[in-house]
């Protein structure tokens, strides 16, 4: 039976894990219907990382987009309340006859969450072998602080199946690079990670679902592939799957977060340590009737998979301009950049404590330790800009301004003429377009300028909003990808239709001499079997 495949992130994946099971090359490459030096690869360069480590390029954030349903809810909500079982085709009706333009699919799977459902009956929960299974989910908590007041953080729990060991930690919020560092956390704590793992459909593991399947978001299926651990989803709406997982919350509200003061979010980490060893791994658990860590060191703590040498980048890059101060801005703080490298486009690698700063040519510039997200801080370094002040006119941003294109030049010098007091404020000016347009835009915009005399940067901010498109950063990312791409891709070439030719007129030549000596062209299993009863019929 050959497993059915969304993606090629989601084949390694399995390929990885699949293999460390105990299933051979061959088997796999049978399996998958797939050829051996396909499946070598594969598991030669997920070893490699393991063993040797490895550097994430990028990491795309997703966009979340409004739904055309959000304006309407409501009224949805008034409906539900008066007509409790209404259905989802009367309330898209009624919603429709109010300007609801959107499709009937959506206000149905909205109606589920929204709509009380019955009391279920008790699910049965069964038990997993060591080192299978372990289990993941986030659970918000509003603390009063002492000296920040009340504050809403998120606590990452991790629950092995077998053993009931627990492991969590608490931040300000969850998204992708949060979730995968908490899961190097936990299974650093473990000494090792279980074979599976249940999830919800949380954007972060699972993009959508499509007939039935969920499709995984690529980006967790490289993390979660890298430890040889196979995610498994959670069916919709049955959040009770992951039992074991939510049981350990109320221990957390009822024995550490209950009776506690907490001066800040620091204090509150630094006490959850302390509270998993003193407390979570030492407590009789109500199902096992034993000790956690008593039952993960006698049976479970070998059954994990080993963790590699090197453990995964969970690093965030991005692009960022360096603005005419020298600072580059990330999560509302500034970092300090060399000037020499003012209005140019510089890559921005943000480990959870580090941000690291690399020049157009992926040389490392300067490194720098990570402020806290909204801080609004300027980070001061005169060993990075020297005791000089900024200073402002032309001169410091002449040669960045000549880099723009061949024609920045003689726009420059008509600017000087037009404008000799300012012309630093135009230059600069025009330079701030970096972030939103590409320079061969501004450039063109510029050879524009010059053939009307128009010196002038809101000129220039006209002429390229009326004749250039705006890109975002992210693209430049992604078009250096795509040529990188490019050049590892093997040269297609197109074959002459005269070869084609030549075959079609060689066919019909043979056919032409076979119809002029009376010979036929019969099928050629219907010509091996006359041949055969000729045969058999005259012995002679």
């Known amino acids: 039976m050959v497993t059915f495949i969304n993606n090629r992130e989601e084949l390694e994946h399995l390929l990885v894990t699949m293999h460390a099971d105990g299933w051979s090359i061959r088997g796999l490459s049978r399996h998958f219907k797939i050829s051996r030096n396909t499946v070598r690869p594969i598991l030669r360069k997920h070893e490699a990382h393991r063993d040797q480590g490895h550097d994430i390029l990028a990491k795309r954030k997703r966009m979340v987009r409004a739904s055309k349903l959000d304006p309407f809810m409501e009224q949805v909500k008034q409906l ?18 109010a300007g609801y333009t959107g499709g009937i699919s959506i206000l149905r799977e909205r109606l589920k969450k929204i709509r009380p459902r019955p009391k ?31 504050t809403k953080v998120l606590c990452f729990s991790y629950v092995l199946g077998y053993s009931r060991r627990h492991y969590i930690d608490f931040t300000p919020r969850r998204d992708f690079f949060t979730l995968i560092r908490r899961h190097q956390d936990a299974f650093q704590h473990f000494n090792g990670a279980p074979k599976h793992c249940l999830y919800d459909s949380e954007k972060t593991v699972v993009l959508r679902w499509e007939a039935g399947k969920p499709v995984f978001n690529p980006s967790f299926t490289a993390f979660i592939t890298h430890y040889r651990c196979r995610p498994i989803i959670c069916r919709r709406g049955r959040p009770q799957t992951k039992g074991k997982i939510e049981a350990p919350f109320q221990y957390v509200e009822n024995n550490l977060l209950n009776g ?61 301009v ?31 404590h580090e941000i690291l700063i690399f020049s157009p040519d992926l040389d490392l510039i300067v490194r720098h330790e990570r402020l806290p997200a909204g801080a609004v801080k300027k980070l001061d370094m005169p060993e990075i800009h020297g005791p000089r002040k900024v200073r402002y006119g032309l001169e410091p941003v002449r040669e960045q301004f000549i880099a723009l294109g061949e024609d920045a030049a003689h726009f420059l010098q008509g600017l000087t003429e ?13 330079l701030r377009l970096k972030e939103s ?27 390229i909003k009326a004749k250039s498109r705006p890109r975002t950063l992210e693209s430049i990312r992604n078009e250096r ?37 009376g010979q036929h062209e019969p099928d050629q299993g219907l010509s091996q079997n006359t041949e055969a009863d000729s045969n058999s019929s005259n012995p002679g």
């Not at 007091?421 to 230059?427: I, K, L, S, V």
């Open 260 to 320: 506690r003061e907490f001066q800040d979010l620091n204090d509150l980490k630094a006490c959850a340590k302390w509270w998993l060893r003193n407390r979570s791994d030492i407590h009789i658990h109500d199902t096992t009737s034993r000790p956690p860590l008593e039952l993960f060191l006698e049976q479970e703590q070998d059954a994990l998979r080993q963790l590699p040498c090197h453990p995964y980048d969970s690093a965030e890059v991005a692009l960022r």
């Open 418 to 430: 037009k404008h000799p007091r300012n012309c630093g404020f135009h230059a600069r000016y025009i």
């Open 120 to 150: 279920r009956e008790p699910i049965i929960r069964f038990e997993t072998e060591p080192g299978l299974q372990g289990q993941m989910d986030w659970s918000p908590y509003i603390i009063p602080f002492v000296r920040t007041g009340k």
């Open 80 to 97: 539900l309340e008066k007509f409790p079982k209404i259905t989802g085709q009367r309330l898209y009706e009624e919603l429709q006859d």
């Open 481 to 517: 990808a795509a040529a990188d791409l490019r050049k590892k891709l093997p040269q297609i070439k197109q074959r002459p239709l005269d070869e084609y030719a030549r075959l079609f007129e060689d066919q019909q030549n043979e056919r032409k001499n076979r119809n002029e000596t």
């Open 437 to 463: 347009y590409h320079c061969d835009d501004i450039n063109k915009a510029l050879e524009h300028a010059i053939r009307y005399h128009a010196y002038d940067c809101k000129a220039i901010e006209r002429i």
């Open 322 to 352: 360096c603005n005419l101060e020298g600072y580059i801005e990330f999560e509302t703080n500034r970092y300090p950049v060399p000037y020499e490298y003012v209005a140019d486009i510089l890559s921005m690698k943000a480990t959870e």
